[in-house]
């Protein structure tokens, strides 16, 4: 839903939301351009996944990050993923590979404590993989760090999102494979072409780029929301915002993919 603000009425019986679960990721980092060699791959958007206590009429803000762009909600920040590199990656929630940059040294980017881990650093002619948020740092030789997986994405309540369904934030290979591409939404690095996006509304890093001009886009953001179906509904959700909203398996969940804006409990 987008474009409608609104209102909801909160049917008779139904009690205020005390406690919901949250999951936030930020938009994955660009893969590293590189013209003579294997740019590094984009580090993962950083991951955030809990609970929290929530009032009656709090409002929280929701922004969903594209490439490299934060996202936000329930009062936290997590962290756009950092960019691959021709030569050093960059920090982010999960931290860009190295790029191969005809020989020269290049160093993988930092990632953010408790939301990512770092790139890697290259390896002879081959790019550094990015970073993701699970599965420890990037690897030499282009591999790329796996995502985490939220049970909540994977048709439980009735939907499903992130990649190979309810995995985000993998992080961008340097390589034509990668963990962080079969789990994470990371984008693969094609021998003489740009990279491959991030998978869009997982927080995948973006694929190194081959010989070859431009670079990659890391795959936007998410924030999804869950609490006891027997709660009532949000009260309101701004205009600025796209989202999903179901009613399954005992939770009601809420999706959102785009935008930015209000919403009160």
Do not use: C
Request: charged residues 5%.
């Amino acid at each position: 839903m987008s474009g409608i603000s609104h209102t909801i009425v909160t049917s008779r019986g139904s009690t205020r939301i005390t406690t919901l679960q949250y999951l936030i990721v930020a938009g994955g980092g660009a893969g590293g351009p590189q013209l003579g060699g294997r740019g590094g791959g984009g580090g993962a958007g950083g991951y955030l996944t809990g609970n929290a206590s929530v009032t009656s009429g709090n409002t929280y803000t929701i922004t969903i990050g594209g490439s490299g762009s934060n996202s936000l909600g329930m009062g936290l920040t997590a962290i756009g993923g950092g960019a691959g590199g021709g030569t050093n990656g960059g920090d982010g929630g999960s931290g860009g590979g190295s790029g191969a940059d005809f020989g020269q040294p290049g160093n993988g980017g930092a990632g953010t404590p408790g939301q990512g881990y770092s790139g890697s650093g290259k390896s002879g002619d081959q790019g550094g993989g990015g970073g993701g948020s699970a599965g420890g740092p990037g690897g030499i030789n282009g591999a790329t760090s796996v995502g985490a997986y939220y049970n909540g994405a994977n048709n439980v309540y009735g939907f499903s999102a992130g990649d190979a369904t309810g995995w985000f934030a993998g992080g961008g290979a340097a390589d034509n494979g990668g963990l962080g591409y079969e789990y994470g939404g990371g984008g693969r690095s094609i021998t003489g072409s740009t990279g491959e996006n991030g998978k869009p509304n997982t927080g995948g890093g973006g694929g190194g780029t081959h010989n070859a001009g431009g670079s990659s886009s890391g795959g936007s953001g998410i924030v999804i929301l869950q609490y006891d179906s027997s709660k009532a509904n949000l009260t309101s959700i701004d205009v600025g915002l796209t989202y999903s909203w179901y009613n399954s398996g005992g939770k009601k969940s809420y999706v959102f993919t785009g935008g930015t804006g209000n919403i009160t409990i």
